[in-house]
């Protein structure tokens, strides 16, 4: 779709606009009155996320779509696009490839190579006041996480974590190292496994934890993975947004980050014997720990490898994301009843079939 003269000038572009985390955050933006450009790889696109928006009772009289591609130098943007998004201040990378079984190219021309593309473009903004980069909670400073963008120890990440989550390691350290050495202002959001509306459960992604509930529910899931200790943090995706939207009216000076996740959460095994109990179904009496299930093949524990590092007993420091909650007004909604009209709605959409 191309720009078009409309009064409103984007202040905001949100790439990765029609994914999950882009289209609540985009919703949010716009509700709050912000003019919003947002960058999608194709017209239908475009159309879906007008569509979603429309649906929710959002006003899109100050949405702007635009055509990105942030494989690409610059976004890929013409000079008309470009010239749209001259007043642009705050710049949101959403965008990123999240599906198992990726090649170690296809994750790292998203999520490493798109992730500089799009620093490097919100760096080049005049007016800029934030970009905002979305990471993961398992990629920022966990024990024992490979870090830089070459050498053994970024090598060890993709065969021991998957394309994915190494990618998204390799990015994360990649736009944080590139705004030290270049002052860039940036925030580095890191959310916990993100789960639905905490008012209507909508989600709208079914990877992840969401597998594992529809496994519960089904009766395909043998075992609980991990220990009684596992810890697996959630955090709402309407409560995300607000953040978001809040990072830079309250973030200033050089590179800050935040894990963004309800340290409420119950641990992995008692989180999912109470959706078991909720949706009527019966949860594994037996837990297979960790060491074993990466020695077992997947069709025996109905486990994705990938998703193995994901299954740890880690905690997190969420100060400074709390911190800026509070500045904001904002606080995590009531973990419980958010999880289970998330499962709710997750079997009501039938897991995305």
Known sequence: MSPRPDGHRPDTLVLGANGFIGRWLTAELLGSGRSVAVGTRSASSARELLDWLHGHAVPTDRLLPVHADITLPGLGLDDATAQALADVRDVYNCAALFRFGLTRGEAGAANVDGALNALRWAAGRERLRRAVHISGYRVAGVPGSA???????????????????????????????????????????????????????????????????????????????????????????????????????????????????????????????????????????????????????????????????????????????????????????????????????????RFGA
């Open 147 to 349: 870090t830089g963008t070459g050498g053994e120890d970024i090598g060890r990440a993709y065969r021991e974590h998957g394309p994915y989550e190494a990618s998204k390691r390799e990015g994360h350290e990649a736009v944080r190292a590139l705004a030290e050495r270049e002052g860039i202002a940036l925030s580095i959001v890191s959310p916990g496994s993100v789960i639905g509306d905490s008012t209507t459960g909508e989600a709208g992604q079914y990877i992840g934890l969401a597998e594992s509930v529809e496994d519960l529910w089904r009766g395909r899931l043998p075992a609980l993975p991990g220990s009684a200790a596992t810890f697996v943090p959630v955090v709402t995706v309407d409560h995300l947004a607000r953040f978001l939207a809040a990072v830079p009216e309250h973030d200033t000076g050089g590179p800050s980050a935040h894990w963004v996740l309800d340290d409420r959460t119950p641990h992995l095994h008692a989180l999912l014997r109470g959706l078991a109990d909720h949706l009527g179904v019966r949860a594994p009496r037996v837990a297979v720990p960790l060491w074993l299930l990466r020695r077992l093949p997947r069709a025996l524990t109905g486990v994705e490898p990938e998703t193995l590092s994901f299954l740890s007993e880690d905690r997190y420091d969420t100060a400074s994301a709390d911190t800026l909650a509070r500045a904001a007004g904002l606080e995590h909604p009531p973990v419980w009843p958010a999880l289970t009209r998330w499962a709710d709605r997750l079997v009501a959409d």
